[in-house]
């Protein structure tokens, strides 16, 4: 995996090279670029014995740009890493500059870009700052972190870049697949975020899903090689790159949806928070108020997981469960009752699961159980996948053949 690591001038910059021996240890490449400050705060001599690779940082160094140009750099990238990102850097980037370097690359980039923020807990929060993020966030752009600690500065708030392991780790589940990884040749068929089911022309029932974890998963699917389907609910989040994404509102359109593609699905996993029930009867026009009580009659939604558990060749179905309590206990009985291959169960309320950014899961088959610790969405769907190719081959064998047959037009 080759990562472009961009370090700016944060006090944070220190931890820098630690960050590039997680990465190495991980089997990433690392080409550092660095800005102007970053240089205040840590040596290109350091960066370039734990690199191996000369450091770039002059977008006008005429040499280094003869021998791989700032478009060839951003080709070159997988992810596009900037730890730790300045305030001003985020400026920079939702701006659209491209000043210097590392900020050419990240506008010339085809490749996930990831931000691990740090600086004093004033400036994270100040509304610019934050109203940078939102904008980063919404464009795609992966903000990790920060933590919330003891600061440089003596102060304590949110502010502290991210543990340089906790980094890697993430990062190094973005990049999209090219050509290998566990699922290379298999079709993933995934179902992602809340459906909405219409009260009237102006209301309806929906739930707190954010679909970042089906998204995450999605990427990660990707990440292992394979070719990904994602039918997503209403979400607020980018289209992932190199995923073919359907979207839908209701249940009954995620249902039609995802069997129009299941006959060439090896692995369905079903992440989407579907409603159970929506309302009988759509009025055309807007229910007035009235100072009656009322009520409106709800019929159940269509199961799309259990539908697809029991066609006759099904693929290899993992659902999710969403409870509130006895998590392991509604998780065991619908993998039975479904007749799933496995089962993710969550914890969600009081400020867990839904719309978060990290998470923690329990993942049951029929004779096993794997716990996850508390990680970023990101770092747990990626473990999950490579849990769920462990189990799909172990249960189908490793010669299992794909269902979608490519066919090369290029010859
Ligand atoms: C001692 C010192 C420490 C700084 N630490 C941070 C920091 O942790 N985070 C930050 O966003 N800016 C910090 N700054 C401000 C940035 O260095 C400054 O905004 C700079 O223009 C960033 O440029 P760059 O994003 O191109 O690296 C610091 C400045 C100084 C002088």
Request: glycine content about 8%.
């Amino acid at each position: 995996m080759n990562i472009v690591l961009g370090i700016t001038g944060g006090i944070a910059a220190y931890k820098a090279p630690d960050l590039v021996r997680r990465l190495r240890e991980r089997g990433a490449d690392v080409q550092i670029v660095m800005t102007a400050s970053a240089a205040e705060f840590v040596t290109e001599t350091a960066l370039q014995a734990v690199s191996g690779r000369p450091i770039r940082s002059n977008l006008w160094d005429k040499e280094a740009e003869a021998a791989m140009s700032h478009i060839e750099l951003a080709r070159w990238a997988d992810v596009v890493l900037i730890a730790p990102a300045t305030a001003e850097v985020m400026a920079r980037i939702v701006s659209g500059g491209a000043p210097d370097l590392l900020t050419t690359i990240c506008l010339a980039t085809e490749a996930p870009i990831a931000l691990a923020p740090a600086m004093n807990h004033v400036m994270w929060s100040n509304p610019a700052t934050q109203s940078n993020r939102e904008v980063l966030e919404q464009r795609g752009i992966h903000i990790l972190g920060p933590a919330v600690g003891s600061q440089a500065c003596g102060e304590t708030g949110a502010g502290r870049m991210l543990d340089p392991d906790t980094i890697a780790a993430t990062v190094c589940g973005l990049s999209v697949g090219k050509g290998e990884g566990a699922l290379v040749g298999k079709t993933v068929v995934i179902t992602a975020g809340p459906t909405r089911e219409a009260i009237d022309p102006v209301r309806y029932i929906t739930n707190r899903s954010s679909g970042k974890m089906g998204y995450a998963v999605a990427r990660a699917a990707a990440a292992q090689g394979a070719g990904v389907i994602l039918v997503s609910g209403p979400v607020n989040l980018p289209e992932p790159p190199g995923i073919d994404v359907h979207h839908v509102t209701t249940a009954a359109e995620m249902y039609e949806e995802a069997h129009r593609h299941i006959d060439k699905a090896d692995i369905f996993i079903a992440t989407a928070a579907v409603a159970d029930y929506r309302p009988a009867n759509v009025p055309e026009q807007k229910i007035k108020k009235n100072s009656e009580n009322t009520s409106i009659d709800l019929v159940p939604c269509p199961d799309i997981l259990a539908s697809v558990s029991t066609l006759e060749d099904p693929p290899f179905t993992v659902g999710f469960a969403a409870e509130t309590e006895n998590v392991e206990q509604y998780a065991r009985s619908k993998l039975e009752k479904k007749k799933l291959d496995m089962i993710v169960a969550n914890q969600v309320g009081h400020n867990r699961g839904f719309d978060r950014d990290d998470n923690q899961l329990s993942v049951l088959w029929k004779n096993g159980k794997k716990e996850f610790a508390e990680a970023t969405k990101i770092e747990l769907a990626r473990d999950l996948v490579e849990l769920v190719a462990e189990r799909f081959y172990a249960a189908r064998g490793a010669d299992t053949q794909p269902k979608l047959t490519i066919i090369s037009t290029s010859d």
